[in-house]
């Protein structure tokens, strides 16, 4: 077969010459010789990786928050501000505590660890408050030897004005009270020296108030130690030595 039967196998090939330019080149540029990519489209740009997620939403959340951690910053000075103006105005003092006798009768130690005995307790309580009214609507006195507890009672309730001062008498009854063996030595040697040494404590709940303004109720723990007592191994009855004593107050 001569070359001008043979069948087509493609395209003929374009040959460049001025004034046939390769297809999509223009007069005085360098051609392309690839097809140009097809544009890009802007839909998959625009998904949103998290669809819950919106940060319009996330925005005035953590502006509330900040919010609220201002407000909540602002409640507390200016509370402190204003606890703090009280106390200026107020001066606020503990009230003070202090034994100013004790006696004990019928004291008796058996030999069983048992213990009898009347303690007769006058003390005094001070309001220190120029401008504080004190209302005590519970006061307890107890009577130690050592941590042994050997006698209570429960005084009635009563008010105080201010810079003012009251006297309270406590009367105390151990009948049969029973100690360890520790302590029962300890008694009984103390009272071969001429002297029992015995403990105080008093529960007081008060009330602060001032014009129309209440305080909400303190407890107050008060702490009269070392009281020395004249009791020797051949009496049952002594009295307090050395004169009065202050108490210790912790609210």
């Not at 008694?187 to 040494?197: A, F, K, L, Q, Y």
């Amino acid at each position: 077969m001569n070359g001008s039967s043979r069948p087509a196998t493609g395209y003929p090939v374009l040959q460049n010459s001025a004034n046939n330019p390769p297809i999509g080149a223009q007069s005085g540029t360098t051609a392309y010789p690839y097809v140009a990519p097809p544009p890009q489209s802007n839909f998959y740009n625009n998904i949103n990786p998290n669809p819950y997620y919106d940060p319009a939403y996330a925005t005035r959340r953590a502006a509330f928050y900040r919010r609220f951690i201002a407000g909540m910053i602002s409640v507390f000075v200016i509370f402190g501000v204003v606890l703090f103006i009280m106390w200026l105005v107020l001066r606020p003092r503990v009230p003070r505590f202090s034994v100013i006798s004790l006696s004990v009768s019928q004291f008796n130690v058996s030999s069983s660890s048992q213990i009898s005995g009347n303690w007769n307790v006058l003390f005094t309580v001070s309001n220190p408050n120029d401008k504080l009214h004190a209302y005590y609507d519970t006061i307890e006195t107890y009577v130690f030897y050592q941590s042994q507890l050997l006698a209570q009672n429960e005084l009635a309730p009563f008010d105080q004005g201010t810079k003012s001062q009251t006297n309270l008498t406590a009367k105390l009854v151990a009948a049969s009270a029973y100690v360890d063996g520790k302590a029962l030595s300890g008694i009984n040697e103390d009272r071969s020296h001429g002297s029992v040494t015995f403990n105080l404590r008093i529960l007081a709940l008060v009330r602060f108030k001032a014009g129309s303004w209440r305080a909400r109720r303190r407890l107050l723990r008060v702490s009269c130690v070392n009281l020395s007592v004249g009791v020797s191994s051949n009496s049952s009855n002594g009295t307090l030595t050395g004169g009065p004593r202050k108490c210790d107050v912790v609210v």
